[in-house]
């Protein structure tokens, strides 16, 4: 759990990102860093967004960059739904919230080991102007066991702060957190340092 003092970011911060190109997915625009990094394509009949090439970052601060920012107001609330599915044979991705800017969000970190074997993985994690912190418990399944597709529901109310993440339909307890630090915020999809795919992408 992470208790902070709010942070009134200004409105241009929560507005502005770093990347230039965009693409559309599941009804909705996207900013990503390099557009030749990403596809939207159809496989077996659904509308896919593919992430093709991975671009691990070893410098500090350490923190992912390569994610497809979905375009719109900053979100109070939401339920999100997607499909995702690793690259093979390991891999991770990513689901970013509460975005205010390059340096100022969270995320959910879904791995195919547990945070456990390895504490930067299969967790919540929090960029707040430096390194990713971990934030949530270390305990609890990993959230991609198979290279296939897998089923995963987050559940964020900035007024509480809370977190909560269903992996295949069941609560993972290390993809939950608190932090109340940044409040509402944009969301993205991407990884850290793989290649992966989405699909059935759904906001409420």
């Not at 390099?34 to 896919?48: I, K, Y």
Request: hydrophobic residues 40%; proline residues 8%.
């Amino acid at each position: 759990m992470l208790r902070r003092t709010l942070l009134t970011l200004p409105l241009l911060a929560v507005q502005r990102a770093l990347p230039a190109d965009r693409l559309e997915a599941f009804g909705r625009r996207w900013s990503v860093p390099l557009g030749a990094d990403w596809r939207v394509a159809q496989e077996e009949g659904e509308e896919t967004l593919l992430l093709v090439t991975a671009r691990p970052k070893a410098d500090s601060p350490r923190k992912p960059f390569q994610y497809a920012l979905m375009e719109g107001p900053p979100l109070e609330r939401f339920t999100l739904e997607v499909e995702a599915r690793r690259q093979q044979p390991r891999g991770s991705l990513i689901i970013v919230y509460a975005w205010r800017g390059p340096s100022h969000f969270n995320y959910v970190h879904l791995s195919d080991d547990t945070g456990s074997e390895q504490p930067v993985h299969n967790g919540i994690f929090h960029v707040y102007g430096g390194d990713r912190v971990r934030i949530s418990p270390e305990q609890g399944p990993c959230a991609l066991p198979g290279p296939g597709w897998h089923k995963c529901r987050i559940a964020y109310d900035a007024a509480t702060g809370l977190v909560e993440t269903w992996m295949d339909g069941q609560l993972n307890p290390s993809l939950r957190a608190v932090d109340i630090s940044l409040g509402a915020g944009r969301i993205g999809l991407g990884s850290f340092f793989n290649t992966g795919a989405f699909r059935r992408f759904r906001l409420e």
